[in-house]
């Protein structure tokens, strides 16, 4: 275990108490309402417990941290509106924890207009490519494993269990066709070719119908179905595909948020006496918040259980879960960001930003895998995690040939 995470440890959970003047302004735009409101809640929750305790215990040399959230509903719109009001009106130190790909890959022009004012936008909750790539890749830095590494994973294992004949519904935007991509790219690997496919609109909810979509799909006769959507999306296909009589194996990928998918699963089928909860798998990009033995999930779990939410957007009811692969994922976004300002709190500096995160490699998180910025593509982890349902929570899958 890390000298940092042993110290961190040996503090207690208490509120921020931040001097401003010598506090760094980041700018966080995410949905906090609507059909995908939990995503960036949990998100927000995550890194804001390691953000409040960081503060609580000094900050780095001082220096403390002030995230704004703002709602953008999942819609490119708002989220375009919410940055330049970060850049313009509050001067935030980067761009930080924006969740959603149509959303953030329509922020990135404004990434480059301002490259004059050293803009960079820090580990985004997304796995897509325009984020990794050029032309504005450069202006990116990315935590998370993206949906290539994702796809890639789910088609390797799927096929060296016999499972060839792969269909994909997704998410018809830029989420979506980086999925459908990422899995096209692994069947070809393989010299295979997608099954089938099925698209819907953005923005369903848990009501909507896809017994149409699910018909389609099962015109090809798949062995698998990857759906590359949200958590009220994939919850409401494989709802009506397992309504259908469909009983193969269904994939996810991390931005679905599985502990809210499976909530709306178990409710539904506690509704009409029905399981909807088998042979469901789900890729992550960090490990299982149950897995006691690694020192960062340890660490998470105690910081979190001293935190306290303050609600983002008005009229928020939501009530926060105890522990969500969202929010661990949040945390280590606050890990590495505390981290990042510390290399730097000697001078603070916006144009510091690319040269301090490449010195970070070989960060230990406590996960069992190390960050490492240095390395091309501003990718700090690319390990994926694979789950499926066991007792009521989505954990480690301990044997694919339960599937073959």
């Known amino acids: 275990m890390t000298l940092l995470l042993l110290a961190w440890m040996a503090f207690p959970c208490v509120p921020a108490r931040a001097d401003t003047s010598r506090e760094l302004t980041f700018g966080m ?4 309402t609507g ?38 509903g999942y819609n490119p719109a708002p989220c375009f509106q919410n940055t330049i009001r970060f850049i313009d009106h509050d001067d935030v130190f980067a761009l930080f924890s924006y969740v959603g790909t149509p959303t953030t890959t329509h922020i990135l022009p404004l990434l480059q207009k301002f490259e004059d004012r050293n803009i960079f936008l820090l580990f985004p909750f997304t796995g897509a490519q325009p984020l990794r790539t050029e032309p504005f890749g450069k202006y990116v830095y990315n935590l998370r494993a993206s949906y290539f590494d994702e796809t890639r994973g789910l088609v390797d294992r799927l096929v060296a269990i016999g499972r060839k004949r792969i269909g994909v519904f997704y998410q018809s935007d ?3 066709r980086t999925g459908w991509d990422g899995v096209h790219r692994a069947l070809e690997r393989h010299g295979l070719l997608l099954s089938g496919e099925a698209a819907y609109r953005r923005g369903a909810s848990f009501s909507q119908d896809f017994s149409s979509e699910v ?21 409401a296909f494989i709802r009506d595909a397992r309504n259908a009589g469909y009983k193969a194996p269904i994939a996810g990928l991390s931005f679905a948020d599985s502990d809210k998918m499976l909530e709306l699963l178990m409710t539904e089928g506690n509704r009409v006496h029905r399981d909807y909860t088998k042979n469901l798998i789900n890729s ?4 299982s918040y149950t897995d006691l033995s690694l020192p960062g999930v340890r660490l998470y779990r ?10 983002v ?11 969500s692969y969202v929010s661990f994922e949040g945390f280590l976004n606050g890990v590495v960001l505390g981290e990042m300002i510390t290399r730097m709190s000697d001078d603070p500096m916006k144009t510091r930003i690319p040269e301090v995160l490449a010195s970070i490699k070989d960060f230990d998180l406590g996960i069992g895998v190390k960050a490492d910025f240095s390395r091309n593509g501003h990718q700090g982890l690319d390990a994926v995690y694979f789950t499926t349902v066991i007792d009521g929570l989505f954990q480690a899958v301990e044997n694919w040939e339960q599937w073959r």
């Open 302 to 311: 105690k910081i979190m259980d001293g935190y306290h939410y303050e609600p």
């Open 284 to 287: 992550q990009v960090v490990p």
């Open 215 to 235: 018909a389609l799909l099962m015109e090809s006769d798949p062995e698998a179905i990857i759906v590359v959507g949200t958590y009220a999306s994939q919850a």
């Open 313 to 323: 957007a008005q009229n928020d009811d939501y009530t926060p879960r105890k522990f």
């Open 35 to 72: 059909a995908n409101g939990e995503l960036g809640i949990e998100f927000y929750r995550g890194f804001m417990a390691y953000i409040d305790h960081f503060n609580a215990v000094g900050g780095a040399n001082g220096w403390t941290i002030k995230v704004i959230p703002a709602n953008d």
């Open 174 to 176: 830029a989420y979506g």
């Open 29 to 32: 735009s995410a949905a906090f």
